[in-house]
């Protein structure tokens, strides 16, 4: 029975003749992204063979066909399709913990209300340019895009209380206030900020995977709506109607001529005028209004009504040392060889612990912004997280991408993508080019030990 060796998991498992490897990859518990269900439709499935290509059959059908689409190199295959008669060495589309949320079954509770009306913070965003890069994808690869942006952009917006109202194309609605929260305007405009940050963290990984910039705009108003379920029998949907909606939508495309991401009608702007920084404004007359109205671009959350929002901003504080530190974590909190991250407004911090040692530094790789370590434990199968996380040991952090090395104590790069060829392409996906773009160090953190506890710097 053949048997086959996944990267960068280094994972091996055993195919039964006639199989596809998509077949038993899933059967074998590896976790592949098959956004079509594995007829050929899509590319996201697809491999690149590093060892053993002798051993894969000529393409035929639709698999053929799609290689000469896309203009695959003939190492590049589709698992769904092919069925090695020999052992062999893949390495897989890149996989991290949002692919496994994107596969997830979970079920989310809709709240359920009747007609009423109610003050609510609308929230549109809507993808910049979408038009132009969906049509030089594969529709299904588009699809495979689109949940993945959809997938971040709605766990922020969750986390903040808000209520995903609808996906129209590449845009999203969401509600808050639904409960009568008095912060709701406030989370929305943290969940309008945090979608921001997702959105510059994943730019690298679709520049790299589909060599397309990535830019998304955000509106947001704070209005009377009528707030109820509409749909036929068996499929209603909360929603809002009215003309808050109206206004959301259109300063959300007011972002497009001022040249900026994220505005706020003054609506809006009033009920948290005195606990975020506005950078800038400027003013419109929007479609179907006849008077000019105030738009606010949004910089961040004052640390105060951050901290007033998330109990994890909400740290214990002190100046020492001519800097601004929080406090992290108890310091037996990590053993020996243990890792930790923590979230905060801006990045995912990483606190390793090796030979007695903590590190501090940002859990994005310098290369594409993917994580080092996976955040969150608490999907289906975690043991299905472990084998592709980073390796940190003597001193250095090996990043589980590429293989990119850091030195730990001053975040230089030790070797660049070992796992790239000279030219920065990947070994079988010469079609994507160089990718070797990106090169800079580790991103660290200073951390202080006092009277038992672990503290944090972010100022430099």
């Known amino acids: 029975m053949p ?39 899509c590319s996201t499935c697809r ?7 002798e051993n894969c059959p000529e393409r035929t059908g639709a698999e053929a066909e799609m290689a000469a689409r896309l203009g695959l190199h003939p190492g590049i295959r589709l698992a769904c399709q092919m069925r090695p008669k020999g052992g062999l060495t893949f390495r897989r589309l890149v996989l991290d913990e949002t692919d496994l949320a994107l596969t997830s079954q979970l079920h989310r509770r809709q709240p359920a209300k009747v007609g009423e009306l109610q003050d609510v913070a609308v929230f549109f965003s809507d993808i910049q340019g979408f038009t ?21 952009m709605g766990e922020v917006i969750e986390r903040n209380g808000g209520y995903i109202d609808k996906f129209i194309g590449d845009g999203m609605m969401a509600l808050f206030g639904l409960d009568g929260d008095a912060a709701a305007p406030l989370r929305a405009v943290n969940a309008g900020l945090q979608c921001l940050t997702v959105i510059d ?17 955000i509106g947001l108003h704070w209005g009377e709506a009528v707030i109820g379920t509409l749909g036929a029998p068996g499929h209603e949907r909360l929603t809002a109607i009215g003309d808050a909606v109206n206004v959301a939508s259109r300063a959300e495309q007011a972002n497009k001529a001022a040249g900026t991401r994220f505005l706020v009608t003054e609506s809006l702007f009033e009920q948290v005028k005195d606990q975020v920084e506005a950078s800038d404004f400027i003013r419109v007359r929007l479609p179907g209004t006849t008077a000019r109205q105030t738009l606010y671009e949004i910089a961040r959350l004052l640390p105060a009504a951050s901290a007033a929002l998330t109990g994890q901003d909400n740290r214990e504080t002190k ?7 929080s406090r992290l974590m108890a310091e037996d ?18 606190v390793l612990r090796r030979d007695g040692q903590l590190f501090a530094f940002n859990n994005a790789c310098p290369h594409v912004h993917l994580p080092f370590f996976n955040r969150r434990e608490n999907l289906d199968d975690p043991g299905q997280l472990r084998p592709d996380e980073s390796r940190a040991s003597s001193g250095e952090l090996v990043c589980r991408w590429h293989n990119s090395r850091f030195d730990l104590a001053t975040g230089e790069v030790i070797s660049w993508c070992e796992l790239l060829q000279p030219d920065g392409t990947s070994e079988g996906m010469e079609f994507l080019g160089d990718i070797s773009k990106n090169k800079g160090p580790l991103r660290l953190y200073p951390l202080h030990v006092a009277d038992g506890w672990v503290w944090i710097a972010f100022d430099r």
Not at 135 to 142: R, S
Not at 202 to 211: G, N, Q
Not at 319 to 325: E, L, Q, T
């Open 47 to 53: 491999v690149w063979v590093l060892e053993g290509l």
């Open 3 to 41: 048997r086959l060796r996944s990267q960068p998991d280094d994972i091996f498992f055993d195919i039964d003749p006639g199989e596809t490897l998509l077949e038993a990859a899933l059967r074998a518990g590896l976790p592949m992204t098959h956004v079509c269900g594995g007829h050929a439709k």
């Open 333 to 350: 909190t990590l053993p020996d060889g243990g890792q930790q991250i923590f979230e905060f407004a801006d990045c995912d911090v990483a």
């Open 201 to 217: 963290r994943i730019k690298p990984f679709f520049k790299t995977m589909y060599d397309i910039d990535f830019e998304v705009r």
């Open 319 to 325: 100046r020492y040392a001519g800097r601004d530190w």
């Open 132 to 152: 132009s890069f969906s049509e030089a994808l594969m529709p299904y690869d588009v699809m495979y895009l689109l949940n993945r942006y959809f997938a971040q």
